[in-house]
């Protein structure tokens, strides 16, 4: 069974620091990829996905996140944070060729952005 | 105004009660999905559906039970063999089962033991 390791549990940051945030999953085979977010009091929402092509995916709010094969990994990205991001951030995977196909999540990355 | 409507908002449960937490959409999606959410944990799969009447158990099913009959709704019913069930509970659609499509959530019903 596949499964997703979020390795920053609480990240705080200042306005206009750039972000990274792990993301690595374990599957053997072809899988989709995402970041999801819920900001305070407010649904979980897709901020980026990735199924095929292009390893690097642009999403709302000026977020990225890169595929590395090599190293099961979808970090995200963003080079400027601002304190509306304040948020956390789960990525999850779904297995492509066979499987499983509910995502698996990860165990989230709250985001504190300081003015 | 189309979403996923989760009820109720706040449950309390006492021991040896069952439970049902309300989920429908009027999305018009063929799959559903319930998660557990605990803190520092993530979200937990407990059941999904692709299609009406048909159903999958996740990561953490048991002491938990749900039913699909009707497209548009996915109740979750927390038994009393589930010996943990204070969480929070995210209910989620999507257009399609095959998994990559995007999901859309509820606001969620927070359970608590009495």
């Known amino acids: 069974a596949q499964s997703v390791s979020q390795h920053n549990h609480h990240v705080i940051l200042s306005e206009a620091a750039s972000l990274e945030l792990g993301c690595n999953y374990s599957y053997g085979g072809t899988v989709n990829l995402f970041w999801y977010v819920q900001y305070p009091g407010q649904h979980l929402q897709l901020l980026l996905k990735y199924f095929s092509g292009d390893p690097l995916v642009k999403g709302i709010k000026g977020f990225e996140a890169e595929f590395i094969k090599s190293k099961f990994s979808f970090n995200l990205r963003k080079p400027s944070v601002q304190w509306s991001d304040t948020a956390e951030y789960f990525c999850a995977v779904t297995p492509a060729d066979t499987g499983r196909r509910a995502l698996t999540f990860g165990s989230g990355t709250r985001l504190q952005v300081q003015p | 105004d189309g979403g996923i409507t989760q009820s109720p908002k706040y449950l309390f449960r006492k021991e040896g009660q069952n439970v049902t937490l309300s989920c429908e959409q009027n999305?018009?999606?063929?799959?559903m999905y319930w998660y557990r959410q605990d803190p520092g944990q993530g979200l937990r799969l407990i059941y999904y559906s692709q299609i009406v009447n048909d159903f999958q158990k996740g990561d953490i099913a048991e002491g938990y039970s749900v039913s699909r009959e009707k497209k548009e709704s996915f109740p979750l019913t927390v038994t009393s063999a589930q010996k943990n069930p204070t969480a929070f509970y995210l209910c989620?659609?999507?257009?399609?089962?095959?998994?990559?499509?995007?999901?859309?959530f509820g606001s969620g019903t927070q359970l608590s033991v009495l």
């Open positions: 989620a659609s999507s257009r399609t089962g095959g998994g990559n499509e995007k999901l859309f």
């Open positions: 999305l018009n999606h063929d799959a």
